[in-house]
């Protein structure tokens, strides 16, 4: 009998990458839309649903304040500027200066040589112009206005002002500000924060408001615009303003507060008495779509957006009314401190009231065998329920893994899995993105080889599923030799074995949540 002849066997590393995987995510979320200062409409909607009428609604949100009269009854609106020209119209005969215009014809204003108006053919007339209706309103862009316009030539361009009743004014307002549907209380408490700001404002000696954000949204008497039910509020509260100290107050208002309410001083600067911060948990009532947002960030979105390194933590401080007052990011090259303000408009955010927390972990691979450990390293850093949870790709259901606690902002973990599977870091605010761990079957030739075959073993065990052995060779890995994998997860591959370099590749079924594997490499010499 022909004795066997032992293999000197060299084993390398194994031929696949190992390189670590990362996630990680800043949470920012919010709650509420604008400023904060004075009253929450959606607050003042939550106490009407509580049966607060709107005295009560504004000596909330204004406390120290009263109802009073007003006798102001018109506003200059400044409603465009930095015009070329404008046209005006009326459904009926309308007048500039003491000249009286056709209805339904759009009449081209423009700035004269001189600094004056002039209509083409008609003339000019004076700076400012004043267009008057008579028997309908005046028409702007297509757009409606009660009460008469002042065209200004300022800078050589032209600026229209609408002179407008105060009540004709709120009847364009409050259904911008407000939606009609809220409560009439509510709606009332609107018009008296609308009225007393109208009043209050005076911009300058020509004009007293904008007519968007810069002071309140008037869109003028478009059909369609106005509503019975805002109109209604208008007039029941016919007068009425908010005095402090015997003069009209500043009555700032923004759609949603967020729950707190912001101190003047903390937005704009300056203490005003009845402007304080202040807890305000009707502004959370269930139909407020401001009551709670967020939006999760990658680090690379996060240092693009704010024009900073690509930052791995972040902390916010915060003003006396619960305010974001300055961020502090670390970045592989700094600590950047950015205003809250800063930040809020370079995210695009509702308002200051915000948090950003983060929450990162570190696989150790992005690719293993069949129960190899693969660690995992996890940070969060202002979050709750902090769970790392693990998927296979052959299932649906995610599952934690146990957490080992370094600190308080740091856990680690580890896992042997024998399948493919999807891992995320789980909290109370977000999930990170998926990262995913490519497991192959674990093949090993064995320790000893005999003349003439290469024997291994394959775990999982994959009975019946074939075994190719390749050799290296100058041009790459050629095929050399198959087998079947047996029962027992062992495999044994004849063929005339030369020295050589050699590696056995696996390729299970799809349904298994394996991908291919390969043997660490098998260097043979023959003795």
């Known amino acids: 009998m022909r004795r066997s002849l032992l293999l000197v066997v060299l084993f390398s590393a194994l031929s696949f990458s190992a390189s670590a995987a990362a996630s990680t995510v800043f949470v920012v979320d919010g709650r509420g839309w604008g400023h904060g200062v004075g009253m929450s409409q959606w607050g003042a909607q939550g106490r009407a649903l509580r049966g607060v009428d709107h005295a009560a609604i504004l000596g909330f949100y204004y406390p120290g304040t009263t109802i009073g009269q007003t006798t102001v009854r018109r506003v200059r609106v400044l409603l465009t500027s930095g015009r070329a020209s404008v046209g005006v119209s009326s459904d009926g005969p309308f007048k500039i200066g003491s000249k009286t215009l056709q209805a339904h014809t759009v009449y081209n ?295 080992t606690v370094v600190d308080s902002t740091h856990w680690t973990a580890h896992h042997r899995p024998c399948v493919s599977t999807d891992y995320r870091l789980h909290s109370n605010k977000a999930n990170n993105p998926i990262a995913h761990l490519a497991v192959s079957p674990a093949i090993a030739f064995d320790e000893v080889q005999r003349h003439g075959a290469l024997t291994g073993k394959v775990n999982p065990l994959l009975p019946g599923n074939r075994v190719t052995i390749q050799r290296r060779t100058s041009s790459g890995w050629n095929a050399v030799a198959t087998t079947t994998i047996r029962d027992d997860g062992s495999f044994r591959a004849v063929f005339a074995v030369t020295d050589g370099v050699y590696r056995a590749k696996v390729v299970p079924p799809s349904s298994t949540g394996l991908v291919r594997g390969f043997s660490p490499r098998l260097t043979v010499v023959t003795g």
Not at 191 to 212: E, G, N
Not at 237 to 246: I, N, Q
Request: with cysteine; charged share 20%.
């Open 109 to 403: 204003l423009v700035p004269s040589a001189d600094g004056e108006v002039r209509i083409a053919g008609l003339g000019k007339f004076g700076n400012p112009a004043k267009v008057a209706p008579t028997t309908a309103f005046l028409r702007l862009g297509g757009r409606e206005y009660r009460g008469s316009f002042k065209v200004w030539v300022r800078s050589g361009k032209l600026a229209v002002v609408n002179v407008v009743g105060l009540q004709g004014y709120l009847n364009g307002v409050v259904p911008r500000e407000s939606p009609s549907w809220f409560e009439m209380e509510a709606l009332k408490a609107q018009a008296d924060a609308a009225r007393s700001y109208a009043i209050r404002a005076h911009r300058d000696s020509w004009f007293d408001l904008y007519a968007d954000t810069r002071d309140q949204v008037y869109g003028g008497a478009c059909p369609g615009c106005e509503t019975d039910r805002t109109n209604e509020a208008v007039r029941a509260t016919a007068g009425e303003v908010v005095l402090y100290g015997g003069a009209v107050a500043h009555t700032f208002f923004s759609s949603s507060n967020g729950g707190y309410k912001a101190a003047s001083a903390d937005v704009w600067g300056g203490s005003v008495p009845y402007l304080q911060a202040g807890p305000d948990p009707d502004d959370l009532t269930p139909g407020n779509p401001n009551r709670y947002w967020k939006q999760t960030l990658t680090p690379r979105q996060m240092a693009a957006r704010l024009g900073i390194g690509r930052p791995h933590d972040v902390s916010v401080a915060r003003d006396g009314s619960d305010r974001a007052s300055t961020v502090t990011f670390a970045t592989g090259s700094g600590t950047p401190s950015l205003a809250g303000s800063t930040v809020m408009s370079s995210l695009g955010l509702k308002g200051r009231r915000y948090w950003i927390r983060i929450q990162s972990f570190t696989a150790s691979r992005t690719r293993s065998s069949c129960k190899q450990r693969v660690n995992f390293a996890i940070f969060s850093h202002g979050l709750k329920g902090i769970a790392l949870q693990r998927r296979p790709v052959t299932g649906s259901t995610w599952t934690n893994l146990a957490l």
